[in-house]
């Protein structure tokens, strides 16, 4: 029986040297990465592991399986709450990640990374903080002050049906890439949110499954559930926040803007200044794919800005609160809108659709059951104010309006009116 003893005995003994010596290991990498710059430059660099040791300054690990690592001056890295990793690589970088199991990770300066509750949360931003030049407008001077910024877990309480609940946030990733670049996932579960470029932003929060991807300079894109902002939407809701979610946006091309709100909507838009918005209600769809047209193509308005696509609710915050007190919000639109500054707008109703493969054409659906399509240039199609209509242009300089109900109204050829217009006198 003594001899098993001190079996056991010697196997504890020679897990605890080998952890040791791990973590020493670890240490001395980490201690080697600080002393790699040239001479006469200050970086500060502490490790600190929970249970085991803390060398340096500026590092915390607070628990049993908790790491945390900064290298750089005045760079700071927290990990608290159980097998949490935290890593700060640059000037003033920080890293925090609490909660269980979460990894943060910011290197840049000033690159920020924060994780906080749930489990198996992932924070990573990589980006500097710009030092100067660059566009002198007062936003891009904004993002120029800071670095990176990337936020995964569970963020304020949300206020649901007058009660104060935490939403629980497992699972959740969120990446941020550029200088001024933002991300946030949470609120919620198998969130992702990914920011690549200058000044871009994602968020994918408040509910499951969210999904949103910005790339390009000022691109923005967010996915998420229901936000609960007025005080109708609070007091008539029966939801939790995770009853809504699988959302997806996709923001692709300088200022490019993604937004997707409600349950299994999806905006995608690609272009610069490009505009995809899918509001309110389930399975709404929306797809803007162009640049702005060539100052000198024509002159008007929709000329100056980029291509849209509007699916859902597309009325004003009053519009859209009235029209909530009376029937469920919009589901089942679809606006695809193709082309240099064109627009498409199907919503206000259900199983709308509106179609626009050509340059500053319009394609309008709204009600129940409305289609507009237009193919060509500078056209436009119209079906509203009623259920089950069409309204179709194949042609330049065009149009084509169907009101009422179970209206139908082809335009086809060049400069072709339905209904003709009303010459001016």
């Not at 908790?66 to 970088?93: H, L, Q, R």
């Not at 005080?231 to 996709?250: D, F, H, K, Q």
Request: with cysteine; charged share 15%; net charge neutral.
């Amino acid at each position: 029986m003594s001899r098993h003893k001190q079996q056991r005995r010697r196997g504890f003994e020679s897990s605890r040297a080998t952890g040791a010596l791990l973590m020493g290991a670890l240490t001395s990498g980490a201690l080697a990465m600080g002393a790699l710059s040239s001479a006469g430059e200050a970086r500060a660099t502490c490790v600190a592991a929970g249970g085991w040791f803390s060398i340096g300054s500026g590092c915390t690990a607070t628990n049993f399986g908790d790491f945390a690592v900064a290298i750089g001056p005045g760079a700071t890295a927290t990990a608290t709450g159980g097998f949490n990793n935290a890593f700060a690589i640059g000037a003033g970088a920080q890293a925090i990640a609490e909660g269980i199991s979460s990894t943060a990770l910011s290197s840049g300066l000033g690159a920020r990374a924060q994780v906080a509750g749930g489990r198996n949360n992932t924070a990573i931003a990589i980006g500097d903080a710009a030092t100067g030049g660059g566009d002198p407008t007062a936003q891009a001077k904004l993002l120029e002050t800071r670095g990176a910024y990337a936020y995964a877990g569970t963020g304020d309480r949300k206020r649901i049906v007058g009660e104060a609940v935490e939403v629980t946030s497992n699972n959740n990733t969120a990446i941020a890439l550029g200088s001024g670049a933002n991300a946030g996932a949470g609120d919620g579960n198998y969130n992702f949110a990914s920011a690549l470029g200058f000044g871009s932003g994602a968020i994918a929060a408040t509910g499951d499954r969210n999904v949103a991807s910005a790339i390009g300079t000022g691109s923005q894109a967010d996915a998420r559930g229901a936000r609960l902002e007025s005080p109708t939407e609070r007091m008539a809701s029966t939801v939790t926040a995770a009853t809504r979610g699988y959302n997806l946006a996709i923001a692709n091309g300088e200022q490019a803007r993604a937004t997707a709100e409600g349950l299994r909507n999806a905006a995608i838009a690609l272009g610069r200044n490009a505009v995809a918005q899918a509001l309110g209600g389930h399975d709404n769809t929306a797809i803007a794919v162009g640049n702005p047209a060539e100052s000198d193509e024509v002159n008007n308005l929709m000329a100056v800005r980029g291509t849209t696509a509007l699916a859902g609710r597309t009325r004003t915050a009053e519009a859209a609160e009235i029209a909530a007190r009376q029937s469920e919000e919009p589901s089942n639109n679809t606006a695809i809108a193709v082309g240099s500054s064109s627009q498409a707008v199907a919503g206000d109703g259900n199983f709308n659709i509106a179609r626009v493969l050509g340059n500053l054409s319009r394609a309008i659906a709204s009600g129940n059951n409305n289609i507009a399509s237009v193919l060509g240039n500078q056209s436009e199609a119209g079906a509203v104010r009623g259920d089950f209509n069409r309204a179709r242009v194949f042609g330049n300089r065009s149009s084509a309006i169907a009101t009422g109900n179970g209206q139908r109204v082809t335009s086809v050829g060049n400069d072709v009116h339905n209904p003709p217009e009303t010459p001016e006198k």
